[in-house]
Every structure is written in structure tokens, then in C-alpha cells.
């Protein structure tokens, strides 16, 4: 490789690095590098509200700045929006910001797919699944039989809603 074609993938290279991680490699414009980078975060984040409805409408104005905090600390999944919602969903849980509204959504995909070396894979054989979460206490419990229908029931203070509003899981992209 030719000393030219080495010195643009160093700077390729450095530039990728910049829009992911933030900084700005030298030799590139500020004002240009961070325009590119929110973009590709609000491309990101609108890609998981495209897949994930129901989690983005149950965290409302929040989802924003929670995507925001998220993708700063973790890559893009090869899996696409599909993984990355679910994955994002799973960290609002470990952090205690998950709403209890989302979770119907989080049980339906949970029952219908399964997310198998970074790829959502459709699950054939039925199965059982359950969602909790305090204060105050609720509990969901949702069923596939071998035909893909799903039931849910929901137990506690202000149970939650049995079945998401749009029906199903988000669908497969």
C-alpha cells in the first residue's frame, strides 16, 4: 500500500473514531465533525423508536437524553435496532429507570424472539416468560403456545396492561 493510501486510512480511521467516541482527530473542522456526530446518534436513536414504539412512548421526553447516555457507552450492535432497543431496555432495568408501562413490550418480544450472538432469531416452540417490578409491585406473566398466540396477565397494584396497544412486537427488520 502506498504511504498516500496509508496516511487517508489513518485518517479514515481516526475520524471513525471521533464520530463514535467523541474528539476530533487533526486536521478535520470541529463545528463539522460534531454536526456529523449528533446525526448519527439521532439516526440511531430514531431507528430504535421506530422498532420499540412502546418503550419509547412510555418513556416519553426522557428517551432522548436516556438513548443519548446509552449510546455513549455502548457500540452500535450488528444485530440493528431491534437488538439495540432490547439491549437499551435491559440497562434502564439494571439502572432502575425502566417504566412499568414498557415492560408488556419487553415480555412480548421476550416470548416471540430471542436475541442469539448479537441477531434477534424468531422462537418456534412455546414457552413462559415473566416480568416483575416494585414500587409498587407488579408481576406479568406471559404464555406462547405452539400456535404463536400470546396471553399475559398481570398482577398487583395498577396492573398493567395485558396486551401492548399496537398488538404485537416490534417487527422483524
Not at 73 to 83: I, S
Not at 125 to 148: D, T, Y
Request: hydrophobic residues 45%; glycine residues 14%; proline residues 8%.
Amino acid at each position: 500500500m502506498s504511504a498516500d493510501r496509508e496516511a487517508l486510512a489513518a485518517s479514515q480511521s481516526s475520524l471513525l473514531d471521533a464520530l463514535l467516541d467523541g474528539g476530533v482527530p487533526a486536521g478535520f473542522d470541529p463545528r463539522g465533525v460534531g454536526v456529523a456526530a449528533r446525526g448519527l446518534l439521532l439516526k440511531r436513536r430514531r431507528s430504535v423508536a421506530r422498532a420499540w414504539p412502546g418503550l419509547a412512548l412510555a418513556l416519553g421526553q426522557g428517551f432522548g437524553p436516556l438513548f443519548a447516555a446509552y449510546a455513549k457507552k455502548h457500540d452500535l450492535p450488528a444485530g440493528g435496532a431491534l437488538v439495540d432497543g432490547r439491549l437499551f431496555a435491559r440497562e434502564l432495568k439494571r439502572a432502575g429507570n425502566l417504566p412499568p408501562e414498557a415492560l408488556p413490550y419487553l415480555l412480548e418480544f421476550d416470548l416471540v424472539r430471542a436475541i442469539r450472538g448479537g441477531v434477534v432469531v424468531e422462537r418456534r416452540l412455546p414457552g413462559v416468560r415473566m416480568a416483575a417490578m416494585g414500587r409498587p409491585f407488579r408481576l406479568l406473566i406471559g404464555f406462547r403456545n405452539g400456535g404463536g398466540r400470546i396471553r399475559c396477565f398481570a398482577f398487583g397494584r395498577r396492573a398493567l396492561p395485558t396486551v401492548p396497544p399496537h398488538g404485537r412486537a416490534a417487527p422483524m427488520e
